[in-house]
């Protein structure tokens, strides 16, 4: 059992910088693959970015490639969204998620594991 829980969230203006953490116990996250969703309002939750257990392999949706990154430091137990050039509409509850199948996958069901999720407010 792995116990998942964010922070970092916040309200910023459009074009600012935040980065969100996500501390993993019960389990380290040396074997899962782990991954980062939003959810906006009235919306489906989305994939944001996601990595294999070894860290080696990330992915990100084309909508933040470029402007987000996904350290994760396993030893320690956490995982980071570093967010930047931030958009209203990057707007979301920020989730981070980890699958025991160790390998990245964009899909949420694939995920077992949910931390309660960061709002993450961008204003323009």
């Known amino acids: 059992q792995v116990q998942l829980v964010e922070s970092g969230g916040g309200l910023v203006q459009a074009g600012d910088s935040l980065r969100l953490s996500c501390a993993a116990s019960g389990r380290t996250l040396n074997a899962y693959a782990v991954g980062w969703f939003r959810q906006a309002p009235g919306k489906d939750r989305e994939f944001v970015a996601a990595?294999?257990?070894?860290?080696?392999?990330?992915h990100y949706s084309n909508s933040v490639k470029g402007r987000f990154t996904f350290p994760r430091d396993n030893d320690k137990g956490r995982v980071y969204l570093q967010m930047t050039s931030l958009k209203p509409e990057d707007t979301a509850l920020y989730y981070c998620?980890?699958?025991?199948?160790?390998?990245?996958?964009?899909?949420?069901?694939?995920?077992?594991?949910w931390g309660q999720g960061t709002q993450v407010t961008v204003s323009s």
């Open positions: 998620a980890a699958a025991s199948r160790g390998t990245w996958s964009f899909l949420v069901e694939e995920y077992d594991y």
């Open positions: 990595s294999s257990w070894s860290g080696d392999n990330t």
